[in-house]
């Protein structure tokens, strides 16, 4: 396991710091000119993130550890040191010395802390000394309340503990290719896994800059069940098609490479930047605008149209542990109010008998299921067209009643998981 200097680690701090002080999620504090990432090298820049996550993944059991050693709470700063320190010792097996002498190093440097530095040195090298029997005890993070409660409900307890279970072991790196049927070929080049339903599935945490096939633009990085919306449309070739909410861009290549005349539009210019530098590096085309889904007018009506809504990203948890700490769930009424009025107005742009696949990366059937339950109530003629997810290599569990494919977290244990999706493909009436 390779060590981060002191850079990456007080990085990692900053951003645990604006996570669970400021309430900012990890990519909003990462926004910026003088933010904690902004001055790293690109290594170092991974490695504060990985830090932080791993904290964010491991919180309740880092603190379970270190309250063990501490008479009374440090402020929040001391307790992050701490905190990273203990990570790295219990989890990543990194030499006590090298972590011990990191946190003790950012303590010293705020003023506020400094007088603290003694305290985090006997804390922590008692954790490295006596904290491993209490970690090994520690199960995975519990989800908060506002989210555990709904999935209960809708899904049974048990599925609870078995999303935590997937959450703790955190997300791989899925590729999508621009040709699939090369998958066996790109698996053996890269060592990677072909998952079921095509994807590919790297082993570790590779610098993916730097594989085979990154700068001729043969994949993209997009987790497994991400890339399965595109897929509900089957052969898109020579369709007019329209990806809303499109950036980053993974769906927008999907549908280019399966031969459609794309538009990709997305409320954010910037974002649309990086889809920008996707296409050309894949070599595919789109075109690209940005408008506000609810604003934009065309004369054009369109064969197929994919709709990645904005939604709570409670799907997305295994990869983000950020979320639960920086959105407390109080007010989600505003993005469902949101999610109707994108579904409404993409309606409005399919041709009669054209394709409609809506999508949310939520485990929250509010944002799913319900929400294609209500549209068909406002649109007469619109129906849900049967989806066999075995056919696209998934697994019978994945149907729902009503229509559409959930997948979630705790799918696909052996392999790794899958982040969690709702899918639905409609079809307006001719």
């Known amino acids: 396991m390779s060590t981060a200097g002191i850079g990456a680690r007080l990085a990692a701090a900053q951003m645990l710091h604006a996570v669970l002080f400021e309430k900012l ?19 170092d820049r991974a490695r504060a993130q990985s830090l932080a996550n791993g904290v964010l993944r491991h919180l309740a059991a880092l603190d379970a550890v270190l309250d063990q050693f501490l008479e009374k709470s440090p402020p929040l700063k001391v307790r992050n040191a701490l ?3 203990t990570f790295e010792m219990l989890a990543e097996d990194i030499a006590p010395h090298a972590a011990v002498n990191a946190a003790v190093e950012i303590v010293r440097g705020s003023p506020k802390t400094t007088h603290m530095a003694g305290l985090t040195n006997a804390v922590a090298r008692r954790v490295a000394a006596e904290g491993a029997a209490i970690w090994a005890q520690q199960g995975p993070q519990k989800l908060p309340n506002w989210l555990a409660t709904p999935i209960s409900k809708n899904y049974g307890a048990a599925v609870v503990g078995a999303i935590e279970a997937a959450h703790q072991v955190g997300a791989a790196i899925d590729l999508t290719l621009k040709h699939p049927e090369q998958a066996t070929d790109w698996a053996a080049r890269l060592g990677a896994t072909v998952l079921p339903t095509g994807s590919l599935r790297l082993k570790g945490r590779p610098q993916v800059t730097a594989l085979e096939g990154f700068d001729r633009g043969d994949w993209w990085v997009q987790d497994a069940a991400a890339a399965m919306p595109a897929r509900l449309f089957g052969d898109v070739k020579s369709l007019n098609a329209l990806d809303l909410c499109a950036a980053p861009g993974g769906k927008t290549m999907q549908l280019a490479a399966g031969g459609a005349k794309v538009t990709a539009l997305d409320i954010s210019a910037d974002r649309l930047g990086r889809v920008n530098e996707n296409l050309t590096r894949v070599k595919l085309n789109a075109r690209v605008i940005a408008a506000d889904v609810l604003q934009f007018e065309t004369d054009q009506r369109y064969d197929a149209i994919l709709l990645d809504a904005p939604c709570s990203a409670t799907g997305t948890i295994r990869r983000h542990p950020d979320l639960p700490f920086a959105k407390d769930g109080v007010d989600l009424s505003g993005l469902f109010e949101l999610q109707a009025a994108m579904l409404d107005k993409a309606l409005q742009l399919l041709k009669p008998g054209g394709r409609l696949v809506y999508c949310t990366c939520s485990l929250l059937p509010r944002e799913g299921e319900t929400q294609i339950a209500q549209a068909l109530g406002r649109h007469d003629g619109l129906k849900v067209l049967d989806i066999d997810p075995v056919a696209l290599g998934g697994d019978a569990v994945w149907s729902v009643a009503g229509g559409g494919l959930r997948l979630r977290p705790d799918y696909w244990p052996d392999l790794g998981g899958m982040d969690g999706f709702y899918m639905v493909c409609l079809q307006s009436p001719s």
């Not at 990519?27 to 904690?36: D, Q, R, T």
């Open 25 to 43: 999620l990890m990519s909003e504090a990462m926004v910026g000119k003088g933010n904690p990432l902004d001055r790293l090298a690109p290594q």
């Open 83 to 85: 905190r990273l320190a």
